[in-house]
């Protein structure tokens, strides 16, 4: 009893020490951001930040090691100070889940202490690498000795560490280069999307061709007034097809009777269908409004052709384009001593990898739309991603022990 | 089936799960209402499913877009987590708890009616969608039920007395609700890499997840502490509060303006 009362004791001290600790790192932390006019943590890139991990290596594993008995550090390591920085992270994450992460979100002593770079700022780093300390030295006592009981803690707590340590010392040498390319034309040039810099990259890419393909165009009332479309009155966005009846509460009553997804119009004033690249969407409409009736074709137009509309009283009956299905790059990548010329698509959700690289579909022309001649492609670099990587599928492998250990603990399997 | 039907499905469920709550009291007193109870709240949850099912048909992407469409799987879902438990531990209150949560959600769809759109943009399009959001509303769903519990137990706690059946289950379900959760933040993560370049670029969806995530984390290490249960109990039902924010309260911060995880029409 006088055992458990102690041991109790013990526990709520290392709580109101730990409470102290993670305020204390965030009063510390947010008096350097005010010192230094907000400036933030600015981590050293390779290989500074290697130095940093194998530094943090060696202050937590012989620490681990040789204090193990001491009640100080006993309580670095252990559950209480953990939570208490569990507790502080979501903190401060919280302000960072909040207020907008870019400059000028926020003005004055919030922007001085660095509130709008909440997750490079001094308080986040130094909460984070206690926590590092803290898992580092538990995770070390249950490593050593190793028992096979304990590697779902070893898997799930040295994935997260991992994956922490790495991904954040790490982001000092990711590169995100944006890279705009055109019909036609080649390009080995980039710019950094944090400081807008130009960058060379070691390949070259030619853009053959831009692929895009939309969903069926829509109809919808436009009030010039308030700029905004209407959706008819069973608020669907209806894609067009011939049949499809739609009313609005205005007593607006429509079908659509003729459908053309690619088209151009003769001078006759009837279109025809045309060739995918050169036409445009049509619709035939007849309907009612207000009590009189109305037939009209109607178009989305295109950079080279006028939209077709019908004006019904105060709105106009408009076709809007399809919001994008699909969007590509067909391009050939040329990397001198390397793999020579890889020709190949980039797609969205589908990057290609090249030389280190990673290539991303990123944006388009957004105003020529299916007719952009521009594709954006995104190269990111990110050389210790498979540490991290690493880090994840531990985690997940932790993750399914800690279900099938928690479920045959608690009887539930 | 699509929304402008989904009125009748959500109306018909709900009334058959509030006939089925009222026999299920009935039944405290005569034991001839349990099997109309349970058949009335099954009835509802059908109703549910066969809606979700013909909407995802009709729709020819899976439903899983839109805060409303995920709104729907929830209300489908979390009613099955109280059958689980019944038919595992005999409990039986959970189950009211949970349609209770469905119909809830249910009323919010109804009172902010989602556009029907078949759309689905590109980054969408991947393989890692249906795992990604399905495990995270399995996580959402099991940690709601959770709070359920929690809350239960708080109620049948409040003089004093001791419940250990009901902490065991709000625990359970928080175990659980937490590992699919962390499935569903590592998916997400991997995801994010193949779809936009980086696995992590604390966008705002991103940090509420980690600091739900991190919610939960906590409640796993302070119950290995033994902490009182009321008070772990306290900390399940406002844990659910974040879960909230992480899921839609998030779109309404002012961060919310540089999010990429912006899906309505």
Redesign the interface.
Known sequence: MVGKQHAAGMQRQGFVSGVFLSILLCVIGFSIEFMTGGGGVALPSWPGNLYLLLLMLSVIIPTALLFRESRFVQWLGGIPLGLCLIVAVAVLSMFGGVLPQEQGAVTGWMERLGFNRMFSSWPFSLVMLAFLGNIGLSLVWKCVPFRRANLQFILFHAGFWISMACGLLGSADLQRVIIPLYEGRSSSQGYLSSSKTMVELPFSIYLEDFIMEEYPPQLALYDPETMLLELDETNTVHQVTEGLAMSWPEGIHLKVLRYLPYAMMRPSGEPVAADHKAGVPYVFVEGQAGGRSFSSWLSTGSPYEDPLFVGLGEKLLVLVPGTAKKYSSRVRIDEPGGNGLLETVVDVNAPVSIGGWKLYQMGYDENAGRWSKQSLLEGVRDPWLPIVYAGFFMMLGGNFLFFWNGMKKTKVL | M???EFPFAAYGAMLLWLAGSLAGIASIRNRSFELPAKSLLWAGTMVMTVFLLLFWIEIDRPPLRTLGETRLWYATLIPLVGFLVEY?WKVKWLVYYCVALASLFLFINLLS???????????L??VWFVPHVVVYLVGYVLLAASSAAAAHVLWKTGDGKLYPEGS?IS??LA??GF?FL??GL?FG??WA????????T?D?KE??A??AW??Y??YL??N??QVKTRALQWYLVLGFLVLLVSWFG?NY???A??SVHSYQ?
Do not use: C, N
């Open positions: 699509t929304w402008i595992r009616p989602d556009v029907y759109d078949k759309a689905l943009m590109p980054a399009q991947s065991r625990h359970i175990l659980l590992v962390t499935f590592v993560a991997l890499k193949e779809a936009w370049g980086h696995y992590w604390w705002p940090t509420w980690l600091i991190l919610v984390l906590g290490h302070a290995a502490l998030v911060l002012p961060s303006q540089q029409t």
